[in-house]
């Protein structure tokens, strides 16, 4: 059994070293434990960092593409590497990595085959109140709309079995956190979460650069994802957002129309008809974008069996 311990950086050559003086190189129920950094497009010296402490990996991105794409090529790397299990952490060194045996055990003992490290937001100093809040708020909306009981969606901290890795895709370029969970969710892989210890923060999140950013992209994240994996769901509610006033209108309208005062009350009709029609393309556009859907999921399968291809003839 291989376990290999996925970075994404952009610009961490300060933070990295004490992200790598923290993890383990032996980690109980595996044969092998490796470092893999996936280096973002840095513009400092974060592969020169990582190769002088020992990493057995770096892949190198040519321009920094966010997040999302990093953590995608780091999972694809790790399975190429060999990788039976893959652990994510950032490398701004926020995670403690004595906790990787805590979070690798649940797939060791086949419990779960995504392991989510939920971090003790409430008791975590540098976090605002109005951060605890929204870190929460987040994480409720996440488990209904993945039918999961993830503590702490927002967490990086991750470990993923080879099988999931494979049939994982991306499609939000900001963050793969949310999308991971509700993409699991829906395929039915069992998710836990494990709690998890976090470190002195080492500087400023790159991703939450103030709360109406956060709250912005957190909601537009959910919302998008929503609509690429319920889009019949999505766009049947919007319909009746749109129907009951319309529906509402028209019967005043008839109403006082059968009270012989019609006349005077054309707009209600107009209204109600807008509505209606608004209301009735977008369950069209809900129908389509579900065709939409079945074809993305046969792409995101086909994908799958094509890099599952690839590793069994590399021998991996």
């Known amino acids: 059994m291989?376990?290999?311990?996925?970075?994404?950086?952009?610009?961490e050559e300060k933070t990295l070293p004490d992200t790598l003086a923290g993890l383990p190189r032996e980690v109980p129920g595996f044969d092998s434990v490796e470092w893999l950094i996936i280096d973002d497009g840095s513009?400092?010296?974060?592969?020169?960092?990582?190769?002088?402490?020992?990493?057995d990996h770096v892949v190198q991105l040519p321009h920094n593409q966010g997040l999302a794409a990093a953590f995608m090529t780091g999972i694809e790397a790790s399975l190429r590497a060999g990788a039976d299990v893959i652990v994510n952490t950032d490398g701004d060194n926020q995670y403690s990595g004595a906790c990787i045996a805590d979070l690798t055990r649940p797939i060791l003992e086949q419990r779960a085959q995504?392991?989510?490290?939920?971090?003790?937001?409430?008791?975590?100093?540098?976090?605002?109140?109005i951060k605890r809040r929204l870190q929460a708020l987040g994480s409720w909306v996440v488990r209904k709309a993945s039918g999961t009981d993830v503590?702490?969606?927002?967490?990086?901290?991750?470990?993923?079995?080879?099988?999931?890795?494979?049939?994982?895709?991306?499609?939000?370029?900001?963050?793969?956190?949310?999308?991971?969970?509700?993409?699991a969710g829906r395929m039915g892989i069992p998710i836990i979460s494990v709690p998890v210890d976090v470190n002195d923060p080492t500087r400023e999140s790159r991703l939450i650069k103030s709360v109406p950013q956060y709250i912005w992209r957190s909601t537009n994240t959910i919302l998008r994802i929503m609509v690429l994996y319920s889009p019949l769901r999505f766009f049947a509610l919007l319909s009746i957002v749109f129907w009951v006033p319309g529906f509402w209108s028209f019967l005043r309208f008839m109403y006082f129309y059968m009270l012989g005062e019609g006349e005077g009350h054309i707009q209600s009709l107009v209204i109600g008809a807008a509505f209606i029609g608004i209301g009735a393309i977008s369950l069209l556009a809900g129908i389509l974008a579900d065709l939409i859907a079945a074809n993305r999921a046969i792409s995101a399968d086909i994908r799958a069996r094509l890099l599952m291809a690839e590793l069994d003839r590399i021998g991996q």
């Open 2 to 11: 291989k376990l290999v311990i996925q970075i994404p950086c952009f610009n």
């Open 114 to 129: 995504i392991v989510i490290g939920a971090r003790p937001i409430a008791t975590i100093e540098h976090f605002s109140l």
């Open 43 to 55: 513009r400092d010296k974060t592969v020169e960092v990582a190769q002088r402490l020992g990493v």
């Open 151 to 183: 503590e702490d969606a927002p967490s990086g901290f991750r470990a993923i079995h080879r099988d999931t890795a494979i049939r994982l895709y991306v499609f939000n370029r900001y963050t793969y956190t949310l999308e991971t969970i509700i993409q």
